[in-house]
């Protein structure tokens, strides 16, 4: 098994293969300020035209400082969103500007309120933003635009990762990451697998970082045979469920607390289409080989 460290230190360090929707190909890397960069920025067409080929992207994600926008709105949240709505949904409201008939930013009550739920996995109600007309809008509009994207984003990414690993043929790649020697917990089997069948190295390690960083103290172990007391070994439908159910977790973590969604996003790593399909996780988990590898 590999360890967590080299893991994450491999994808910090990893070159972002990113094309233009012109086709020009730039390689950035994490973390650079590209904004900075005249090379990408000539190139680039203006974050504010928001169509289908050009949003999202990387690099506009820093350049509208879209990190900075909703930190901004996480310091209104006590005085915009009601105490019992989670703060995606909030944002959703407000960006999407539809609180609906009966429904304000500040009523306790959200039942009347537009049931945007990006927390829950498969939830049908964590829309995909569309560009549709927005070819010249503001920078406002175009930050927010860029902040439901995220959270849309990282929603479908835990979604696509649970789906995968809840399919009854990633049991094999399940059970294969097992370490009979060691205390294997929900944890530390996620992050076997996704360094193993990953293919998006920056969205991984963020969602891998999340997992360990709140993983619950002590988490249950298992099939560790040596381990005293230690007796339970999970079949492969079981390690789906416990898996499933850790990436909830992940998604409560991102959906629920405003800071740990940064952590994950911060670096617009999820500013971008088709992170992650389904069907190419279970291929990569299936088939044992990571997607083009
Ligand atoms: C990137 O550089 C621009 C221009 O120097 C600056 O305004 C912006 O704050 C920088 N963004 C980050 C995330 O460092
Ligand atoms: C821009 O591209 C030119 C030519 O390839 C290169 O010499 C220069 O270092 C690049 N500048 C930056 C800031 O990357
Ligand atoms: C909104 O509230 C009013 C007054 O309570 C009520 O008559 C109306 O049916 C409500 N509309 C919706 C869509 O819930
Ligand atoms: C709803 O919230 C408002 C403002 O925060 C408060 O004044 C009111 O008492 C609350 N109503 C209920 C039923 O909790
Ligand atoms: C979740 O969504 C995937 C893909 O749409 C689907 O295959 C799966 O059955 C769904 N699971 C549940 C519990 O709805
Ligand atoms: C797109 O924008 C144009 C010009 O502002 C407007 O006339 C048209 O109705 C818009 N279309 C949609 C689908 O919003
Ligand atoms: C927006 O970008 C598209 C290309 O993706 C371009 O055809 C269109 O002219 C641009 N619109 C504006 C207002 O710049
Ligand atoms: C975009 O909108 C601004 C403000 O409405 C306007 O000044 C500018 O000419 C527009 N640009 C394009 C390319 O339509
Ligand atoms: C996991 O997959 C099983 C079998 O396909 C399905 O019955 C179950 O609903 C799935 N669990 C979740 C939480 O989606
Ligand atoms: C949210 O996450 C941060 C950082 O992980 C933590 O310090 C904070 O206590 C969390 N907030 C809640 C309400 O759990
Ligand atoms: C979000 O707001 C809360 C409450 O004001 C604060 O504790 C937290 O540090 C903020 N998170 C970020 C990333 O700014
Ligand atoms: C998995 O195997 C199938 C059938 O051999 C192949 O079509 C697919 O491209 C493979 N996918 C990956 C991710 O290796």
Known sequence: MLSPAPFLALALTAVLPFVLSNGV???????LNVSTNPNITARLPPCTNLTYANSPTIPCYTQLQVTSYLKNFNSTIAEVCS???LWSQCLLLSVYS???????MTSNTT?????FDCATLNSTACPQPAPNNFTNITTDQAQGWYGVWNVYSAHHFLTAWATALNTTSSEKAILGVIN???????TTVLTSLVSKYGFNPNADAAMVKL??????????????RHSKGQSSNPTGAQWRGILYAKMQSISDLAAGNFTDFIEMVGDGDFSVRGLAGVDALIDSLKNGTKVGG
């Open 25 to 31: 190909p730039i390689h950035v890397s994490p973390g």
């Open 83 to 85: 105490p019992i709505q």
């Open 98 to 104: 539809v609180p609906g008939v009966n429904c304000t």
């Open 111 to 115: 039942s009347t309120c537009t049931p």
């Open 180 to 186: 009979p020697r060691v205390a294997n917990t929900a």
């Open 211 to 224: 997992a360990q960083v709140k993983a619950v103290k002590p988490e249950p172990q298992f099939g560790n």
